[in-house]
């Protein structure tokens, strides 16, 4: 059974969001089921954390003691990942998310200004 996230844990996800956004950011704890690698033909259940900005929603997935993986989407049809399979650090696993999607915002207002 993978560990719930820890209190020092829930603390850098929430301080990078403040320091992101420049405000409090609601998140909620949840559970997921996960193939931890691509051959596996069962599922894990994996503790998260969920928050939502806008219209995009973002969920960090902890997959055991110091792994992590995160990815962010707007509906069924546009999730995204950061090209890195999994984080061993918690702090660079949100940050490196939040980049990408600031990335993926930017880009999307360049194609709609072409």
């Not at 900005?53 to 997935?61: A, E, G, K, Q, R």
């Not at 999730?79 to 915002?105: M, R, S, W």
Request: proline letters at 3%; hydrophobic letters at 30%.
């Amino acid at each position: 059974m993978i560990p719930d996230f820890e209190g020092a844990e829930l603390k850098v996800v929430k301080d990078t969001l403040k320091e992101r956004y420049g405000e409090e950011v609601e998140t909620q704890l949840a559970d997921v089921e996960l193939r931890l690698d691509l051959g596996d033909r069962e599922v894990t259940e994996c503790p998260s954390i969920y928050w939502q900005h806008n219209d995009c929603h973002f969920i960090l997935n902890k997959l055991d003691d110091s792994k992590f993986f995160s990815q962010f989407f707007y509906g069924n049809n546009e999730q995204f990942g950061t090209g890195t399979k999994f984080y061993n650090d918690i702090l660079n696993c949100p940050i490196t998310t939040l980049q990408v999607q600031a990335d993926h915002e930017r880009g999307k207002t360049m194609d709609q200004e072409s």
